[in-house]
């Protein structure tokens, strides 16, 4: 059984799966988005939240690291820690290739 202080711990899992179901929701907003500014306004608001992912799962990771600091070396624990910084990489170039693009309509070359 663990200890009570245990349970007070950030949990990169729980993190994870707080932050990446809105995600995929934004990801098809993005899709179903009907002008390059709506698509650049959806980028935005994705890379806020994505952001805010990053901020989370660092501090959960700062924290793992002074209470435990052996579970570090476990693979899953770095990957769920960085996983963040693929949807701020990908929300910020999107919202970059839409704001140029958000003069031209959908569709045209």
Request: with cysteine; net charge neutral.
């Given at each position: 059984?663990?200890?009570?202080?245990?349970?007070?711990?950030?949990?990169?899992?729980?993190?994870?799966?707080?932050?990446?179901?809105?995600?995929?929701?934004?990801?098809?907003?993005?899709?179903?988005?009907?002008?390059?500014?709506?698509?650049?306004?959806?980028?935005?608001?994705?890379?806020?939240?994505s952001v805010l992912w990053l901020v989370c799962a660092r501090e959960a990771l700062a924290e793992i690291m002074l209470s435990?600091?052996?579970?570090?070396?476990?693979?899953?624990?770095?990957?769920?820690?960085?996983?963040?910084?693929?949807?701020?990489?990908?929300?910020?170039?999107?919202?970059?290739?839409?704001?140029?693009?958000?003069?031209?309509?959908?569709?045209?070359?």
């Amino acid at each position: 059984m663990e200890s009570p202080e245990s349970y007070r711990l950030p949990d990169l899992v729980k993190i994870s799966e707080l932050f990446l179901v809105p995600s995929s929701f934004l990801v098809a907003a993005l899709g179903t988005a009907d002008t390059n500014f709506h698509r650049a306004s959806v980028s935005l608001l994705g890379l806020i939240f994505s952001v805010l992912w990053l901020v989370c799962a660092r501090e959960a990771l700062a924290e793992i690291m002074l209470s435990k600091p052996e579970v570090i070396r476990t693979a899953r624990i770095r990957i769920l820690a960085w996983f963040s910084l693929v949807f701020v990489t990908g929300w910020l170039a999107s919202l970059i290739i839409h704001l140029v693009l958000s003069g031209q309509a959908l569709g045209r070359p």
